[in-house]
């Protein structure tokens, strides 16, 4: 499978990083149980704005200078 490291090694360290475990390790589990679709579409769906997160996010506008 093609996953766009040319270092095996980078691409292992990387994958413990994010996984929390090597991808040996992560092989030898298995296959995860599958995801009830109704989960994955909620998951995918765009966070609105009453989103927890949303009023953290940086805004891409530039800032209004102030009144004088």
Same mark, same amino acid.
């Given at each position: 499978?093609?996953?766009?490291?040319?270092?095996?090694?980078?691409?292992?360290?990387?994958?413990?990083?994010?996984?929390?475990? &090597?991808? !040996?390790?992560?092989?030898? =589990?298995?296959?995860? $149980? %599958?995801?009830?679709?109704?989960?994955?579409?909620?998951?995918?769906?765009?966070?609105?704005?009453?989103?927890?997160?949303? &009023?953290? !996010?940086?805004?891409?506008? =530039?800032?209004?200078? $102030? %009144?004088?």
């Amino acid at each position: 499978m093609r996953v766009g490291f040319t270092s095996l090694g980078t691409f292992s360290r990387t994958f413990a990083n994010i996984v929390g475990e &090597s991808p !040996s390790e992560h092989r030898r =589990r298995g296959p995860l $149980p %599958a995801t009830a679709g109704c989960f994955l579409m909620a998951w995918q769906r765009p966070a609105t704005s009453t989103h927890p997160t949303a &009023s953290s !996010s940086i805004s891409e506008k =530039r800032p209004t200078p $102030p %009144a004088s």
